[in-house]
Antibody, heavy 123, light 110 residues
């Protein structure tokens, strides 16, 4: 079964940094992109970026470029989302999801999704 | 402001059909046949229900169907059931090689 398992909930103070993980099971990790999506409380989905585990090719949403870092460890079948200098407005659920190989030719679907990692930033 | 526009809410009675529209531009929805739709129940992760405008993943009910005309994509739910009450999001590939989501539509079954 194809599955993405994310790290657990986090509570951080403003100014701290955080790295969320997303471990993949049940498929060839290096064959698909992994994407990250943010969902702030009570709001919709926002695409943050994608990484291809085979070569670490990374694409960021202009809204998140410079604000986050997406990385991958092929040896662990795991992708990461690093959030820098956290603010209260970073409080959100963060999802990872598998994305098809043909990103540059327009494929667009996220399946499956991880269970989400709730990040709370509060002093 | 989401790049794709969806109605905030749509409602219908059990057994009826409803349609959710997703309006973009020639730079996204209108330029590519790569629109996907997601269903999200409260407290749950989103689930893919339509991809490539009209295709359904294995296991998704044929009561869900997708279409596109110009810069507007549509998701139709036929034979509405109480379990269909959820939030629905569209997504499109863009000419800038990025992805965008719609703002989401809350479906209420009356």
């Amino acid at each position: 079964e194809v599955q993405l398992v994310q790290s657990g909930p986090e509570v951080k103070e403003p100014g701290e940094s955080l790295k969320i993980s997303c471990e993949a099971f049940g498929y060839t990790f290096t064959a698909y992109w992994i994407g990250w999506v943010r969902q702030m409380p009570g709001t919709g989905l926002e695409w943050m970026g994608l990484i291809h585990p085979a070569d670490s090719d990374t694409r960021y949403s202009p809204s998140f470029q410079g604000q986050v870092t997406i990385s991958v460890d092929k040896s662990k079948n795991t992708a990461y989302l690093q959030l820098h200098s956290l603010k209260a407005s970073d409080t959100a659920m963060y999802y990872c999801a598998r994305f098809p190989p043909n990103f540059y030719t327009g494929d667009n679907w996220f399946y499956p999704w991880g269970q989400g990692t709730l990040v709370t930033v509060s002093s | 402001q989401p790049a794709l526009t969806q109605p905030a809410s749509v409602s219908g009675s059990p057994g009826q059909s409803i349609t959710i529209v997703c309006t973009g531009s020639s730079s996204d929805v209108g330029g590519f046949n790569y629109v996907s739709w997601y269903q999200q129940h409260p407290g749950k992760a989103p689930q893919l229900i339509i991809y490539d405008v009209t295709k359904r993943p294995t296991g998704i009910s044929d009561r869900f169907s997708g279409s596109k005309s110009g810069n507007t994509a549509s998701l139709t739910i036929s034979g509405l059931q109480t379990e269909d009450e959820a939030d629905y999001y569209c997504s499109s590939y863009t000419v800038s090689t990025t992805l965008v989501f719609g703002g989401g539509t809350k479906v209420t079954v009356l």
